[in-house]
């Protein structure tokens, strides 16, 4: 089974980075993806290969090999950048459903409110928030006293297991984690639907079908990406302590670290016609020339038998 499953965590890794990749570039490179919807969607992108790359290389190694040990700094900085890019990314998905709101509810002053000096402030505010909230879980937890054998019953060092570990009382740790949860997770999840319901109560009310449509197809695919990201992390995160299953909580932590941000950039991409497009664009010269390099060397070869 470990052989199975390192090349089936494998494949997902190497097509989310591969796919989060793509967006990267197109998003950087093509001008006409130079809006403030691409501009968050470069950063969720960046933030998608951050979050797969700090658990998922550890997880194949430790597949490989008998030796499933981490050393107590290793695990401490796996942490605190797991947290950092799921933060980030909860304000980030707020910001997004915030861009979507202006875009569709006030059409008029959306290049006023969402200039380019705003969406880096969005976006900043977004990555702060993420780095300070994990470096201070971070550093409570790991300043508790720990001994014994050490063994979490995970495929990484995620906050619950490691704080288990302990050999001290942790309530206000569990507090901690708890206020961070609400604060930074269930907030922005309540601020995204109220955005949409005020989203969807505006485009019901436009009078052309074909507008509406449109409308609708701008929120689909981030809608998509939200439902997935929160539906695994509420579940994990947010429900009474006496439910908790390790095995349940391991099969839902592959989930949200391994599978959502393997499908996000397949979202984005085969619901988003502007990213087709500039994928399109990107690929016709590189076939062009392959195509010439292909003619020169017909030609050449005719004129020699000739």
Same mark, same amino acid.
């Given at each position: 089974?470990?052989?199975?499953?390192?090349?089936?965590?494998?494949?997902?890794?190497?097509?989310a980075?591969?796919?989060?990749?793509?967006?990267?570039?197109?998003?950087?490179?093509d001008?006409? =993806?130079?809006?403030?919807?691409?501009?968050?969607?470069?950063?969720?992108?960046?933030?998608?290969?951050?979050?797969t790359?700090?658990?998922?290389?550890?997880?194949?190694?430790?597949?490989?090999?008998?030796?499933?040990?981490?050393?107590?700094?290793?695990?401490?900085?796996q942490?605190?950048?797991?947290?950092?890019?799921?933060?980030?990314?909860?304000?980030?998905?707020c910001?997004?459903?915030?861009?979507?709101y202006?875009?569709?509810?006030?059409? =008029?002053?959306?290049?006023?409110?969402?200039?380019?000096?705003?969406c880096i402030?969005l976006?900043?505010?977004?990555?702060?928030i993420?780095?300070l909230v994990a470096?201070?879980?971070s550093?409570?937890?790991?300043?508790?006293?720990?001994?014994?054998?050490?063994?979490?019953?995970?495929?990484f060092?995620?906050?619950?297991?490691v704080?288990?570990?302990?050999?001290?009382?942790t309530?206000?740790?569990?507090v901690?984690?708890?206020?961070?949860?609400?604060v930074?997770?269930?907030?922005p999840?309540?601020?995204? =639907?109220?955005?949409?319901?005020?989203?969807?109560?505006t485009?019901?009310?436009?009078?052309v079908?074909?507008?509406?449509?449109?409308?609708?197809s701008?929120?689909?695919s981030?809608?998509?990406?939200?439902?997935?990201?929160y539906?695994?992390?509420?579940?994990?995160?947010i429900r009474?302590?006496?439910?908790?299953?390790?095995?349940?909580?391991?099969?839902?932590?592959?989930?949200?670290?391994?599978?959502?941000?393997?499908?996000?950039?397949?979202?984005?991409?085969?619901r988003n016609?502007?990213?087709?497009?500039?994928?399109?664009?990107?690929?016709?010269?590189?076939?062009?020339?392959?195509?010439?390099?292909?003619?020169?060397?017909?030609?050449?070869?005719?004129?020699?038998? =000739?």
């Amino acid at each position: 089974m470990q052989a199975l499953l390192f090349w089936l965590v494998l494949t997902f890794y190497l097509v989310a980075l591969a796919g989060n990749s793509m967006i990267l570039i197109l998003t950087i490179t093509d001008l006409t =993806l130079h809006t403030p919807m691409y501009f968050f969607l470069q950063n969720l992108s960046f933030l998608e290969i951050g979050y797969t790359s700090s658990v998922i290389p550890k997880m194949l190694e430790h597949l490989l090999s008998e030796n499933l040990t981490m050393s107590f700094v290793g695990c401490g900085i796996q942490m605190y950048f797991f947290i950092v890019c799921g933060i980030t990314e909860c304000c980030l998905l707020c910001v997004m459903a915030y861009d979507r709101y202006i875009a569709i509810c006030k059409p =008029l002053r959306y290049s006023c409110i969402m200039s380019p000096a705003e969406c880096i402030q969005l976006a900043a505010i977004s990555w702060t928030i993420g780095i300070l909230v994990a470096l201070g879980q971070s550093v409570s937890i790991f300043t508790l006293p720990f001994c014994g054998p050490g063994r979490i019953s995970h495929f990484f060092c995620d906050v619950l297991p490691v704080l288990r570990l302990a050999t001290t009382d942790t309530f206000k740790n569990e507090v901690a984690v708890a206020t961070v949860t609400v604060v930074f997770v269930l907030v922005p999840f309540f601020l995204i =639907l109220l955005s949409y319901v005020l989203i969807i109560s505006t485009i019901l009310r436009m009078p052309v079908a074909k507008n509406r449509h449109k409308a609708f197809s701008t929120c689909s695919s981030h809608l998509i990406v939200v439902s997935l990201f929160y539906g695994t992390i509420t579940f994990i995160y947010i429900r009474p302590k006496s439910t908790y299953s390790l095995d349940s909580d391991r099969i839902l932590s592959l989930l949200y670290t391994v599978v959502t941000p393997t499908f996000n950039p397949i979202i984005y991409s085969l619901r988003n016609k502007e990213i087709r497009t500039a994928f399109k664009k990107s690929m016709s010269p590189q076939i062009f020339n392959y195509s010439s390099l292909v003619i020169g060397k017909a030609q050449k070869i005719s004129s020699s038998h =000739l």
